[in-house]
């Protein structure tokens, strides 16, 4: 399946740098696995159904937007691929302690930023088509 946004040749190591980790953490495969690189772009591509159309600046945000994207669905699973602590003979280390769930809220929240930022980008919002209201004190205020 090819890649809609993600097209250059350096976007494994940019999903990689979002996130803080090498390659021997995360891979090309694992970055381009169906359950992920596909679904990150489709997302963006529901929320920017014009993004082929886009130029510029406007490009540069869908793409870190997918970026972001990706990143954000692979975070949660990176506490199972990160060893905690290594220790041998002579040498031990531990590695920083990262919420990563709160780590890929932190990215979709980043790529929605960058949505916001495309120029033709218009945010929908749901209107009410009536409201409710209740009953008021008005009469009781009067008697005193």
């Not at 953490?25 to 381009?32: P, Q, R, T």
């Not at 780590?103 to 929240?109: G, H, I, K, M």
């Not at 930023?113 to 495309?118: D, Q, T, Y």
Request: hydrophobic letters at 45%; aromatic letters at 8%.
């Amino acid at each position: 399946m090819a890649n809609k946004i993600l097209t250059t040749e350096t976007y494994h190591e940019e999903v990689r740098g979002r996130l803080g980790v090498g390659e021997d953490v995360v891979s090309d495969s694992d970055i381009e696995a169906l359950s992920v690189l596909p679904i990150g772009e489709a997302r963006i591509i529901k929320a920017v159904p014009d993004y082929a159309d886009l130029i510029g600046d406007d490009q540069a945000y869908v793409y870190a937007a997918a970026i972001c994207m990706v990143a954000a669905i692979l975070a949660p699973s990176m506490a199972a691929r990160i060893k905690k602590t290594m220790k041998d003979f002579d040498f031990s280390f531990e590695n920083q302690a990262v919420n990563w769930d709160r780590r890929a809220s932190q990215l979709v929240d980043e790529a929605n930023e960058f949505i916001g930022l495309i120029s033709s980008f218009q945010e929908t919002l749901d209107a009410p088509l009536f409201m409710l209201s209740g009953p008021t004190r008005e009469k009781e205020r009067r008697r005193f």
